[in-house]
Nanobody
Framework: QVQLVESGGGSVEPGGSLSLSCTAS????????MGWYRQAPGKQRELVAT???????NYGNSMKGRFTISRDNDKHTVYLRMNSLKPEDTAVYYC???????????????????WGQGTQVAVSS
């Protein structure tokens, strides 16, 4: 079974920092684009940041300059460092992989649009 296992998150005061990590598990051989999305109460899910295995990065507009996405391809892990957090950053943050290749005998079984369970980030004073 392929899973994206998230860790990190929590509560912080405005101006503080938090880090998230997400690891693909389940006899993984390859992962495509990995990234983070978030959803605040009553709002649609939005892009936070994505990073390809070739290090092409894309950030949501309100995250540029404050958030940094990094990735360890060997560990199939993506990280998100969030600085200068604001109350409006409060949301559930979800890890996503556009495709995950799982060892399947002599071949690879591909899983598409895989999501983590979500981790809460709360920014308040």
């Amino acid at each position: 079974q392929v899973q994206l296992v998230e860790s990190g998150g929590g509560s912080v005061e405005p101006g503080g920092s938090l880090s998230l990590s997400c690891t693909a598990s389940g006899d993984i051989v390859s992962v495509g684009v990995m990234g983070w999305y978030r959803q605040a109460p009553g709002k649609q899910r939005e892009l936070v940041a994505t990073r390809t295995s070739g290090d092409t990065i894309n950030y949501g507009n309100s995250m540029k300059g404050r958030f940094t996405i990094s990735r360890d391809n060997d560990k199939h892990t993506v990280y998100l460092r969030m600085n200068s957090l604001k109350p409006e950053d409060t949301a559930v943050y979800y890890c996503n992989a556009d495709r995950v290749g799982q060892a399947d005998g002599p071949g690879i079984k591909w899983h598409f649009d895989v999501w983590g369970q979500g981790t809460q980030v709360a920014v308040s004073s």
